[in-house]
């Protein structure tokens, strides 16, 4: 059997969109691979599904995005350093729905200083997800020398120059990207040539910066950087592309309309 290799973009607990991309693809739990690109985690309150979805994927390589680092380190000190913001409190109400059996209006809920203080505890998360969360990688490099990170990194410095952080938060390389994009399509690219890094990727698969920034639910191809967040946790798609091919496919718009994401 002919063996697949696939790539997703952020998820922010949109089960619903992860469910779909795996099913219009196709994706063959037990023989294809999945390259998850980070941020599970924040949006959606359906963060717990998605990684028990995820955890049924025999070949998955997950990738840590900068709000699935948030969540890790609440795991690691009890403290969450971004407060629950950002969609975290989806992330929150999620584990404390399947984990303690509480729907949201029986938490005990505190905010300390901006800080909220709960009654779930990183000890009432089952251990596979702790283990998830905690194994996550900072990139993926595959053996086509193609490149899977959430959010980029510093083009000119190789990778171990780089602080783990940068992988998780670079949003530098995509819009350098799309500025060489732009130059190409108006044609003052002269004396610039090729769209140069030191470490020199076949291609590059990040999610973190969503396309709905430039106004569309499509991945985008600047250089050789893919940028396959959609928007899934906006009310956009979930995207999943065959990193070969690059045919891509693609969830619903909107998966939950009566519910309040980010």
Known sequence: KYMRTFTIGDTHGNYRALKQCLERSNFDYENDTLIHLGDICDGWVYVYECVEELLKIKNLI????????????????????????????????SYGFNCLGKEWDEFQIKYDEGEVKTNLNPG????????????????????????????????????KEHTPYVFYWDRDLIMSAMAYKSMIEKGTLQGHGKFKMVENFKDVFIGHTSTQNWGIMDPINAANIWNIDTGAGF????????????????????????????
């Open 62 to 93: 997950p990738i840590k995005g900068n709000h699935d680092d948030w969540f890790l380190q609440w795991i690691n000190t009890g403290i969450h350093p971004d407060g629950w913001r950002q969609g975290g409190l989806g992330t929150l109400k």
């Open 124 to 159: 009432d998360l089952p251990e596979s997800h702790i283990n998830f969360f905690k194994k996550q990688l900072n990139y993926y490099v595959d053996e086509e020398n193609r490149m899977f990170v959430h959010g980029g990194f510093n083009r000119h410095l190789s990778l």
């Open 235 to 262: 009310r956009g798609k979930l995207t999943i592309m065959n990193v070969e091919t690059k045919e891509y496919f693609q969830s619903d718009e909107n998966c939950y309309p009566d519910e309040q994401g980010r």
